[in-house]
């Protein structure tokens, strides 16, 4: 058993960054991630599951779900495994987090009292919200950490998306966010790793494999990380659920390999049949080229005798039928 927990487990994703001793921890790292956008100075865990308004629809439950002190709201999702769909998944996930903000009741009629329009002294005061406020959004992040590669993204570790004129680039609404990283892309070796921010990538990706934090990683948020996400520290709960997660974990990725070595060999076989049937359609039509070259030959050759002959070139024409100008070439 390693050191630390693996990150890319359910359980020890939300033991590193889902629990109260992990805000500090989760800060650093989303400060990291939109360092030059915005600068977080507090966050509060809130509520992570969101019921459907249709009653035949199930909840989504998100891994992490956060209001900063300055009322951005982020949602960060670690996932393990590729499935079909999945960035129109992360799309629906920021859209509901979206619609959150503005289901409210909201009435633009003030009703009048019973007494009807003489009573004007009991109607409403306050006045009513104007049509366009009740769709001031706050911004929403979508941050969501990838154990594989997604075909549809770009080959390349992080991937930023916002609103914006698809001519010039420029963003139309900076409320919607999402933020992409394919783990699998991120190769750089820990003397490669400069900045904070590649050095949180570089623990986070490895960390399943260590017994001990490297020296290099001297900042105090390793201190921290290692307090949190060391096995031995897990309470017996914990520990009960991550061993759990941690066989899932191992299973899935004996079954991922096993179904990539069948698709590796199906396309292997499938090549070396196609080669197969390949050279003997080869050999099929090289049969029937080199026919129709030896007829052609065998024209050629009884044309040339018959010209030899003296046989007029209209006979010749109608009994191998060579072309005028075939004949006239012998």
Not at 284 to 309: D, F, P, R, V
Request: aromatic share 10%.
């Amino acid at each position: 058993m390693p050191h630390f927990v693996n990150p890319f487990t359910d359980i020890g994703f939300k033991i590193i960054f889902g629990q109260p001793a992990s805000k500090e921890l989760l800060i650093t790292l989303l400060n990291e991630l939109l360092a030059g956008e915005h600068h977080i100075e507090d966050l509060t865990f809130i509520d992570k599951e969101d019921y459907s308004d249709n009653v035949n629809d199930r909840g989504i439950i998100f891994d992490l779900y956060c209001l900063t002190s300055s009322g951005e709201y982020i949602i960060v999702e670690m996932q393990n495994r590729w499935h079909s769909n999945f960035l129109d998944r992360t799309l629906y996930y920021v859209c509901r987090a979206i619609s959150r903000l503005i289901e409210r009741p909201i009435t633009d009629e003030v009703e009048l009292p019973a007494g009807g329009k003489d009573s004007v002294s009991d109607t409403v005061s306050e006045a009513p919200l104007r049509y366009g406020d009740r769709y001031k959004l706050s911004t929403v992040y979508g941050i969501f950490l990838m154990n594989f590669k997604e075909g549809k993204l770009e080959p390349k570790f992080r991937t930023d998306t916002v609103v914006a004129d698809r001519e010039n680039g420029r963003t139309v609404n900076p409320h919607f966010r999402q933020i992409y990283l394919q783990f699998p892309y991120f190769t750089k070796q820990l003397e490669e790793c400069e900045t904070l921010y590649d050095k949180l990538i570089y623990a986070l990706k490895n960390m399943n494999e260590w017994n001990r934090m490297p020296d290099a990683l001297k900042e105090q948020v390793f201190k921290h990380l290692e307090r949190l996400a060391a096995v031995a520290n897990l309470s017996e709960a914990n520990r009960v659920a991550y061993d759990k997660a941690v066989d899932r974990f191992y299973v899935s990725r004996i079954y991922e390999e096993d179904m990539q070595d069948r698709v590796e060999n199906a396309m292997r076989e499938g090549r070396e049949k196609g080669m197969r049937e390949g050279r003997e359609e080869g050999i099929k039509e090289g049969i029937k080229e080199g026919i129709k070259e030896g007829i052609k030959e065998g024209k050629l050759e009884t044309a040339k005798k018959m010209k030899s002959l003296g046989v007029s070139t209209d006979i010749i024409v109608e009994a191998t039928g060579l072309s005028l100008e075939e004949i006239a070439e012998l």
